[in-house]
């Protein structure tokens, strides 16, 4: 098992956000985290990338409690985290920020070709690869984040919300980069996704979180059935769904 957490509960002040949430992931594996606004899904994420700490619980990555280890760290340790709104350096250039993400890798040739891959996946990102990350649009910034973190080659990545503030054809786009990278690299992916439909056809498995605590979890088959998944969302099924019975 690549991620492990268990039984995790986090608090925002005297406001719990977690209760006892438990969720695996294995290598190689795209699991996606499901739930209505102020679920807790993004609180998921941000505890595990280290952001937040837990008030009780473990995570476990790559064999190694990670629970109370610095952000850094656990970037180091190869879990990489695209927040939902995007973190660009604005007074650096788009190849400036790409090669942030190359950083930490001691493949200097590996990480040049993977540089100009990148550029490839995303032509408008090498249109403008000598502008400053500030010019962008919020779209362009978005792919820039993603873009960087896939540079970084984690063993995990953890994204928040990637389709967000994105065209429909820029998200397709992207999530057909995300599959081609999970298929040459191995790669695992943990994905937090407001809209169900995206996720569903994406995922191995999928957690669904409602008030702070996992309500369902399965594969996409299992958990796509419309009225359990609006059960898990909302705690009671659509009207339409109470006239069928």
């Known amino acids: 098992m690549l991620l492990s957490v268990e039984n995790m509960s986090v608090y925002h002040g005297q406001v719990r956000a977690l209760r006892g949430v438990s969720l695996h992931v294995r290598q190689g594996e795209t699991v996606s985290i499901l739930g209505p606004n102020g679920a807790g899904k993004s609180t998921l994420l ?21 629970t109370h280890l610095p952000s850094e760290t656990i970037a180091r340790l190869g879990l990489s ?11 650096l250039t788009v190849e400036e920020n790409l090669r942030l993400g190359l950083w930490a890798r001691s493949d200097r040739r590996a ?21 400053l990350a500030a010019r962008l649009s919020g779209g362009e910034q978005q792919m820039l984040v993603i873009a960087r973190a896939l540079l ?25 980069i995300l599959r081609d990278w999970r298929e040459r690299q191995n790669l695992t992916l943990l994905i937090v996704e407001q809209t169900a439909t995206r996720a569903l056809s994406f995922s191995d498995r999928v957690y669904v979180l409602r008030s702070g605590h996992v ?31």
């Open 111 to 131: 990480g040049n070709h993977d540089l100009h891959q990148i550029l490839d996946y995303f032509p408008r990102l090498a249109e403008r690869r000598r502008s």
């Open 152 to 176: 970084s080659r984690p063993r995990l990545i953890a994204l928040d919300e990637p389709s967000f503030g994105l065209a429909p054809m820029v998200v397709d786009h992207v999530y057909d």
């Open 215 to 245: 309500e369902q979890v399965g594969s996409p088959t299992e958990v796509c059935d419309a009225e359990r998944l609006e059960e898990a969302y909302f705690g009671f099924p659509s009207s339409e769904a109470r006239d069928r019975r």
């Open 81 to 91: 985290t695209v927040p939902e709104r995007r973190r660009v350096f604005s007074s």
């Open 46 to 66: 941000w505890t595990i990338a280290g952001a937040l700490q837990p008030r009780s619980g473990n995570i476990v990555f790559g064999g190694r409690s990670i």
